[in-house]
């Protein structure tokens, strides 16, 4: 069973960079299918990015072109590099991991984004 530890998150200014990387403890890593997802206060948790075993790789809309979301295998790890951010980016960011219908969730680490 697959658990989740996220890093990275803090305060930036807009047009800055962070990553964040979620450290995944347990077996079989390199098949499950890994996203970041981010909710803001008042609205619902949104998909960010996902990668899945085979290395297929989306975004949402909104983040396209500016985050890049990448994993290795080898050290069990997802990571996602965030440039041009922007104050709508402010949000907690969770790390999760999927398998045949089971989803776990990291913690969260909070990202601000603001002057």
């Known amino acids: 069973q697959v658990q989740l530890v996220e890093s990275g998150g803090g305060l930036v200014q807009p047009g800055g960079s962070l990553r964040l990387s979620c450290a995944a403890s347990?077996?079989?890593?390199?098949?499950?299918?890994m996203g970041w997802y981010r909710q803001a206060p008042g609205k619902q948790r949104e998909l960010v990015a996902r990668i899945n075993g085979g290395g297929t790789i989306s975004y949402a809309d909104s983040v396209k072109g500016r985050f890049t979301i990448s994993r290795d295998n080898a050290k069990n790890m997802v990571y996602l590099q965030m440039n041009s951010l922007k104050p709508e980016d402010t949000a907690v960011y969770y790390c999760?991991?999927?398998?045949?219908?089971?989803?776990?969730w990291g913690q969260g680490t909070q990202v601000t984004v603001s002057s």
């Open positions: 347990g077996s079989m890593f390199s098949i499950y299918d």
């Open positions: 999760n991991a999927g398998l045949l219908g089971v989803s776990r």
